[in-house]
């Protein structure tokens, strides 16, 4: 089973970027789809984006819609999540995640977290105002 490790949290001021990636162990026999997911303190784990194993599709959360993007480098192993315009409410702990397979197959919603089996151990992404 591949393992996940993220990387690129940190501190910043409303209205600034950050980067996060996250290093994939191997090149997986399987096909999954990645995501991003994150929790806040005292609030359940949400899904933010999801892109398909060959990084073709994607989708995401309303609310980071047009200011995240999800991406894929099969060559590198690594899915990236870029987060812009951030907010004091995207304070949170990100995780990166895989399912099995394509994730419009996914029942209970695409970015529901019953579907990743997966799961890295988390960055911490702080969002000052």
């Known amino acids: 089973q591949v393992q996940l490790v993220e990387s690129g949290g940190g501190s910043v001021q409303t209205g600034g970027s950050l980067r996060l990636s996250c290093a994939v162990s191997?090149?997986?026999?399987?096909?999954?789809?990645w995501a991003w997911f994150r929790q806040a303190p005292g609030k359940e784990r949400e899904g933010v984006a999801v892109?398909?194993?060959?990084?073709?599709?994607?989708y995401y959360a309303d609310s980071v819609e047009g200011r995240f993007t999800i991406s894929l480098d099969n060559a590198k192993n690594t899915v990236s999540l870029q987060l812009g315009s951030l907010k004091p409410e995207d304070t949170a702990v990100y995780y990166c995640?895989?399912?099995?397979?394509?994730?419009?197959?996914?029942?209970?919603?695409?970015?529901?977290?019953?579907?990743?089996?997966?799961w890295g151990q988390g960055t911490q992404v702080t969002v000052s105002s």
């Open positions: 191997e090149y997986p026999d399987t096909l999954y789809s």
């Open positions: 892109v398909s194993p060959f990084g073709d599709t994607t």
């Open positions: 995640a895989a399912g099995l397979g394509h994730f419009r197959t996914y029942g209970g919603g695409f970015l529901a977290a019953s579907n990743y089996n997966v």
